[in-house]
């Protein structure tokens, strides 16, 4: 299985591509991480929230995979432990299909994103910065796979 981590933003600073690195690299074959960037739109003085997020959008959604489950991180979604996260991947794995989780930029993902997702997950009640939300998922994505795998990381 591949879980695609589709975030709008690219070129983003050196600290956020070495932590989201060091968690990508550490998930197993079977369950590999792949990250793709989607640029963020242009922005303006006179630029609506409303239209960049819908551009964004559709570049995110033309990025998933045919055949893959998708999954929109949003702060409205539902919150899970990371031992409820590790049954979730479990599920997933289980079900042999590929999964592909949106991040948003600034502005957040499109209700077009927001409807099409099978489901939403939330972080936190936080708001977070979205490039450091690519490093939060890839660790807890790792935890959960140690939990899985009965390794001692997550103690």
Known sequence: ?????????SKMPGWVEQGYEEYARRMPPEC????????????GKTSAVEQLKQQE???LLAAVPKNTALWALDSQGRSWSTEQLAGRLT???QGGQDVALLI??????SRDCLQ????RWSLSPLTLPHPLVRIIVAEQLYRAMSIIKHHPYHK
Not at 32 to 43: C, F, G, Q, T, Y
């Open 116 to 119: 099409q997702a099978g489901g």
């Open 91 to 93: 599920e997933w794995l």
């Open 32 to 43: 590999r991480l792949n990250l793709v960037e989607i640029p963020l739109a242009k922005r």
């Open 1 to 9: 299985m591949q879980i695609h981590l589709l975030a709008v933003g």
């Open 57 to 59: 959008g559709e570049k």
């Open 104 to 109: 948003g930029g600034p502005d957040g993902l």
